[in-house]
């Protein structure tokens, strides 16, 4: 099937292109007035965020099915939207203890596009298929497209992509009736308004954006019991101060003293959902990692298990 993601909508008709009356002036501005200018419409983020959470919760929703089901989220996004995508997919596996697999990103000009902008490429539908198609969605995979227009092209024809092979697809944009909002499942449409700087989606967009996908993450990582209440049990105890957290997530979790927590993570392989599981269902380590294979990895499920045994 052609991509429709060609087909482009006159940019000056987008509210995130608009000229904002708020900052006509503002190189005119003290820095504080700047700050204050900048800061007055940051604050209107999280009441555009709040507009679209039933969208959110629809996307948490396929998220964590697809991901229970041994699918992958793929995000896919360019510029400003794709280095926001690679961030929140690289933050998953220390956070939630998940596999670099199990959260993906591509994001337009490939990987030194994170360090440099190469934004000739958002414009290529076949680089975006081409992207995406490297990656083989399947019908357990959930592929997300970011971008504040809804009209990049490349993110377009990858949702397009994703969709027709299977995959489940879910659009975050800052425009209604977007290109990318029309390709996917589901449209979270973050209406950010016009910019202080008019057009810099790095702003008020990449702020929204930001939070949305930090809402999705870690939503559907709760879901799948990758959290523990709202305890990060699956981080990764790779230096001193993440030993010190793990120590003290087990002092909460389980009710223990600093020398317990400190015993049973030693005991536990320096596993903090082993340690957790041994602590509240009294079991050796053996049976903590048993139960916690069992329950896929929910510590809530795999305490459950282990103590009925």
Not at 106 to 128: F, H, M, P, Q, R
Request: charged letters at 20%.
């Amino acid at each position: 099937m052609r991509p429709t993601g060609k087909k482009r909508t006159d940019i000056s008709q987008l509210s995130t292109e608009q000229g904002n009356p708020a900052s006509t002036l503002l190189d005119l501005e003290s820095p504080l007035q700047i700050a204050r200018i900048i800061n007055a419409e940051d604050a209107k983020v999280a009441a555009a965020v709040k507009r679209a959470l039933p969208q959110i919760a629809r996307g948490i929703d396929l998220i964590a099915a697809g991901l229970k089901r041994g699918g992958r989220l793929i995000y896919v996004g360019a510029g400003t939207s794709g280095r926001i995508a690679a961030l929140d997919a690289a933050e998953c596996p220390p956070t939630f203890g998940v596999s670099p697999k199990t959260v993906q990103f591509v994001i337009a000009g490939g990987t030194k596009a994170l360090a440099g902008a190469v934004e000739a490429n958002e414009d290529s539908c076949e680089l975006g298929q081409r992207g995406i198609a490297r990656k083989k969605p399947g019908k357990n995979d959930v592929v997300v497209g970011i971008a504040a227009s809804g009209r990049t092209p490349f993110t377009v024809a990858a949702i397009e992509y994703a969709r027709q092979h299977g995959a489940k697809t879910i659009a975050v944009t800052c425009n209604r009736k977007s290109p990318l909002g029309k390709a996917a499942d589901v449209a979270i449409v973050t209406e950010v308004g016009p910019e202080v700087i008019s057009g810099s989606s790095r702003m008020k967009a990449g702020t929204a954006q930001k939070m949305v996908l930090n809402m999705l993450s870690t939503g559907a990582m709760t879901r799948l019991g990758r959290v523990f209440g709202n305890l990060m049990v699956n981080v990764h105890l790779k230096n001193e101060k993440l030993l010190a957290r793990g120590v003290s997530i087990l002092q909460r979790a389980a009710r223990v003293a600093p020398s317990e927590a400190k015993l049973a993570l030693k005991a536990g392989g320096n596993s903090v959902p082993v340690a957790l599981v041994m602590l509240r269902a009294k079991v050796g380590r053996r049976q903590a990692k048993r139960a916690l294979r069992s329950a896929a990895g929910n510590v809530r499920r795999a305490i459950a298990s282990a103590r009925s045994r």
